[in-house]
Nanobody, 126 residues
Framework: QVQLVESGGGSVQSGGSLRLSCAAS????????MGWFRQAPGKQREGVAG???????YYAGSVKGRFTISQDNAKITLYLQMNSLKPEDTAMYYC????????????????????WGQGTQVTVSS
């Protein structure tokens, strides 16, 4: 079992920044892929950014150049730095982990992840 707890959400104006954190516990020696996802009311959950066990990252086109996913060396904490936020970024943001090998676009597939956090709300106003 892997436990994930997100934090860092809040309300900001357009153009502002937020840094989300995901604290993980219960990891084994196995390599994990991790990702950030978001879901707005009435919309399907979508992948935002992912990072594989080697540290290679992948981003959705809508956030490329604005968001950065990173992980500490011990893989205890996952981060999502969000800059130049837009109202369309408003959503509940979730951290997820998967023990199998994921890379590239697969990192943004929510159906491929087993472990999920409770979510943290991000609201961007114009």
């Amino acid at each position: 079992q892997v436990q994930l707890v997100e934090s860092g959400g809040g309300s900001v104006q357009s153009g502002g920044s937020l840094r989300l954190s995901c604290a993980a516990s219960g990891y084994t020696y196995r390599g994990y892929s991790m990702g950030w996802f978001r879901q707005a009311p009435g919309k399907q959950r979508e992948g935002v950014a992912g990072i594989d066990s080697d540290g290679t990252t992948y981003y959705a086109g809508s956030v490329k150049g604005r968001f950065t996913i990173s992980q500490d060396n011990a893989k205890i904490t996952l981060y999502l730095q969000m800059n130049s936020l837009k109202p369309e970024d408003t959503a509940m943001y979730y951290c997820a982990a998967e023990s199998s090998v994921l890379w590239g676009p697969l990192l943004l597939r929510p159906d491929l992840y087993n472990d999920w956090g409770q979510g943290t709300q991000v609201t961007v106003s114009s």
